[in-house]
């Protein structure tokens, strides 16, 4: 069974830039789906990027251009690369890992979570 723990997080201003990493115990990290998903106050947790087979898909519109996900399967870690970060970044955010058939765009495609990490973009 994977385990995720999630660090990186923290306090910077608009404009400044995080590397979030996510780092999972278990031999099969490697088969996994990878995802970054964020869940602001009040608000649903929200698909910000996954990578699968090498691919990665990003949340049209509010990261695309600015977040950059990434793995290294020999340190059975994924990362989250915000670059540009906003005020409306805020949130914290979660890895999560998905081995069934599922297009991992929900959070319902993913089995497991880790705790997650509160950014927060300061003006």
């Known amino acids: 069974q994977v385990q995720l723990v999630e660090s990186g997080g923290g306090l910077v201003q608009v404009g400044e830039s995080l590397r979030l990493s996510c780092v999972a115990s278990?031999?099969?990290?490697?088969?996994?789906?990878m995802g970054w998903f964020r869940q602001a106050p009040g608000k649903e947790r929200e698909f910000v990027a996954r990578?699968?087979?090498?691919?990665?898909?990003y949340a049209t519109n509010s990261v695309k251009g600015r977040f950059t996900i990434s793995r290294d399967n020999a340190k059975n870690t994924v990362y989250l690369q915000m670059n540009s970060l906003k005020p409306e970044d805020t949130a914290v955010y979660y890895c999560a890992a998905g081995s069934g058939s599922g297009n991992y765009y929900s959070p319902s495609d993913y089995n497991l979570w880790g705790q997650g990490t509160q950014v927060t973009v300061s003006s």
């Open positions: 278990g031999r099969t990290f490697s088969t996994y789906a």
């Open positions: 990578i699968r087979d090498g691919v990665s898909t």
